[in-house]
């Protein structure tokens, strides 16, 4: 079993940047964390390959939550690949399929409404980028502490960013997926994004949960890999 990151490297506004989906090999079963924005496809299926790995053997999708990064292409990879088992948490899933309008929707509305008008134009795009993505049903819904991918990975609720926010803990490779609940700042690791959390304090706790796991590497989705350095410490399992 191995994580491999994923670098897709992108413009916005002129600007470059990156995300970094990751994928779990294990044994011929391909796992990708993460879909990316609308239109990603193509990019992540590259990277796929130029690691070396088929696309066409992706057998799960695995959603830390909703948020157009994280789920924009999940509908190209469902149709393109309709064997695929997709998978978020309880509280993420109805967001994903559409049940119910999603919490990163409403905070955007609300926002937008107190908005100065020189920065309505900015949370309008926002707003409609979010109301114009796919929805999908999602085929397995998780908890808190379950394991998956043949009990090799545990699922960490790891509320903050958003409620219903996952992140995945690998003990075979000293490992956690962090989605977007840690990103590493000057060798350290901090919340992800502060201004978008929909509850600061949660998402603070969640970090201290990452962290006291004392994992060799956390692979976040902004900034990518954060390595710990050993020294001084002992490993602790605080699932």
Not at 66 to 73: E, Q
Not at 90 to 99: C, D, L
Not at 223 to 230: A, F, I, L, N, S
Request: charged share 25%; aromatic share 8%.
């Amino acid at each position: 079993m191995k994580i491999i990151e994923l670098p897709i490297q992108f413009l916005y506004e002129g600007q470059p940047y990156l995300i970094y989906p990751s994928l779990i090999v294990s044994g011929e079963k391909l796992t990708l964390v993460d879909a990316g924005y609308p239109g990603f496809m193509p990019l992540i299926e590259e990277e796929i390959q130029r690691q070396g790995y088929d696309p066409a053997k992706l057998s799960h999708i695995i959603i830390t939550h909703y948020d157009d990064d994280h789920i924009g292409a999940l509908r190209d990879f469902r149709e393109k690949y309709p064997a695929l088992t997709i998978i978020a948490s309880e509280a993420e899933a109805p967001f994903i399929s559409g049940a119910a309008e999603a919490e990163r929707l409403v905070q955007a509305k609300e926002l937008l409404a107190q908005m100065a008008e020189e920065e309505r134009a900015f949370g309008e795009r926002f707003v409609g980028e979010l109301q114009a993505l796919q929805h999908v049903a999602v085929d397995r819904t998780v908890r808190d502490g379950e394991w998956i991918l043949d009990a090799k990975v545990q699922v960490l609720a790891t509320p903050g960013h958003t409620s219903g926010h996952i992140s995945l803990y690998c003990p075979e490779l000293d490992s956690v997926i962090t989605g977007d609940a840690a990103v590493s700042e000057q060798n350290r690791l901090v919340v992800a994004n502060p201004q978008y959390c929909l509850d600061l304090e949660r998402a603070e706790q969640s970090l201290d949960r990452l962290q006291a796991l004392n994992a060799h590497t956390y692979y976040c989705y902004h900034g990518g890999q954060h390595r710990v350095t050993r020294e001084n410490t002992a490993h602790t399992d605080a699932c």
